[in-house]
């Protein structure tokens, strides 16, 4: 399975974005798939933002909540994540992953089998 993130960019806080992570090769597979983001910003670990799992269920970081939305698409093999009221906080390059998890593990770094390149995100205040 390869996965193709897209739709960073450069904004300013306060501002909305809307990323997408297409998978391909997953030959029918995808819906079986948690799918997350996790972000890496400059100095820091990746720690974990967002993830929906095969139910369509959303997980979110406490930092996000009622900020992002994440949200599969799973006849498009694409999950997507929109952002709003942007922080300078929120700079980093975001990653999408695949793998198999549910609720308490969905959280885990440890749990996805299959890494995007990764599209970054600028947030000036």
């Known amino acids: 399975v390869q996965l193709q993130a897209s739709g960073g960019g450069s904004v300013q806080a306060g501002d909305s974005l809307r990323l997408n992570c297409v998978a391909s090769g997953a030959w029918g597979t995808f819906r079986t798939y948690a799918m997350a983001w996790f972000r890496r910003a400059p100095g820091k670990d990746r720690e974990f933002v967002a993830a929906?799992?095969?139910?369509?269920?959303?997980y979110y970081a406490d930092s996000v909540k009622g900020r992002f939305t994440v949200s599969r698409d799973n006849a498009e093999n694409t999950v997507y994540l929109q952002m709003n009221s942007l922080k300078p906080e929120d700079a980093a390059i975001y990653y999408c992953?695949?793998?198999?998890?549910?609720?308490?593990?969905?959280?885990?770094?440890?749990?996805?089998?299959?890494w995007g390149q990764g599209t970054l995100v600028t947030v000036s205040s």
């Open positions: 929906v799992d095969s139910s369509g269920t959303g």
């Open positions: 992953a695949a793998g198999i998890a549910y609720r308490y593990s969905i959280y885990s770094d440890s749990q996805y089998l299959y």
